[in-house]
């Protein structure tokens, strides 16, 4: 190609650009939905906390599922003001305790309708929401009402596998990564610093 028709054509691309760029005036959070069976969708949303915090945004983070074991994302930006509640059963299907889990869930999830409801923090992570919504640990009903009804500045992050078809719904950006290889399945062990 020459350098005269490449210049064209990224010409006609920078307009379209800049067309959408001039279109997109709204200011507001937005609700965006990290889902599907591949890996990536928490370390993307703390990758975004990373960025708020750069930004001097105040962010909260609900950590459904994790346990209390040490993590990196908590151990870099805990000491940057970000609030972690977890919920620190570890994995469901290690504590195969329903009413446990459950319990464990709602008291979470209070926190976490508390950070909904808080017009100081400009992002909120709900990481593996989704389960808790799958195993009817948490009413649909209510997550949505909570979503709906935050600040409206507030952004949202909730991640996890299966998400409710109504929260995608409602979302703004809903991407769903898809697994093409991992290293799990050749038998390499999770390490820390790169899968938690």
Same mark, same amino acid.
């Given at each position: 190609?020459?350098?005269?028709?490449?210049?064209?054509?990224?010409?006609?691309?920078?307009?379209?650009?800049?067309?959408?760029?001039?279109?997109?005036?709204?200011?507001?959070?937005?609700?965006?939905?990290?889902?599907?069976?591949?890996?990536?969708?928490?370390?993307?949303?703390?990758?975004?906390?990373?960025?708020?915090?750069?930004?001097?945004?105040?962010?909260?983070?609900?950590?459904?599922?994790?346990?209390? *074991?040490?993590?990196?994302?908590?151990?870099?930006?805990?000491?940057?003001?970000?609030?972690?509640?977890?919920?620190?059963?570890?994995?469901? *299907?290690?504590?195969?305790?329903?009413?446990?889990?459950?319990?464990?869930?709602?008291?979470? *999830?209070?926190?976490?309708?508390?950070?909904?409801?808080?017009?100081?923090?400009?992002?909120?992570?709900?990481?593996?929401?989704?389960?808790?919504?799958?195993?009817?640990?948490?009413?649909?009903?209510?997550?949505?009402?909570?979503?709906?009804?935050?600040?409206?500045?507030?952004?949202?992050?909730?991640?996890?596998?299966?998400?409710?078809?109504?929260?995608?719904?409602?979302?703004?950006?809903?991407?769903?990564?898809?697994?093409?290889?991992?290293?799990?399945?050749?038998?390499?062990?999770?390490?820390?610093?790169?899968?938690?």
């Amino acid at each position: 190609m020459s350098d005269e028709r490449h210049r064209e054509r990224q010409q006609r691309l920078k307009e379209k650009v800049d067309a959408r760029v001039a279109q997109a005036q709204e200011e507001r959070g937005i609700l965006i939905v990290l889902t599907g069976n591949g890996k990536g969708k928490t370390t993307a949303a703390f990758g975004t906390a990373a960025r708020a915090v750069g930004h001097g945004k105040k962010v909260g983070a609900i950590q459904f599922i994790k346990g209390d *074991w040490p993590n990196g994302e908590r151990n870099l930006l805990e000491p940057h003001g970000v609030e972690f509640q977890v919920m620190a059963t570890g994995f469901t *299907w290690n504590t195969q305790d329903r009413d446990s889990d459950t319990a464990a869930c709602l008291a979470v *999830w209070q926190h976490a309708k508390r950070m909904l409801s808080d017009a100081a923090l400009g992002l909120v992570i709900l990481d593996e929401l989704t389960y808790m919504v799958a195993y009817d640990y948490l009413p649909l009903e209510e997550v949505l009402t909570a979503l709906r009804e935050r600040p409206r500045h507030q952004t949202v992050i909730v991640t996890g596998r299966g998400c409710h078809r109504e929260i995608m719904d409602i979302a703004d950006t809903v991407s769903e990564i898809r697994p093409v290889k991992h290293a799990f399945d050749a038998g390499v062990k999770a390490q820390p610093g790169i899968d938690y």
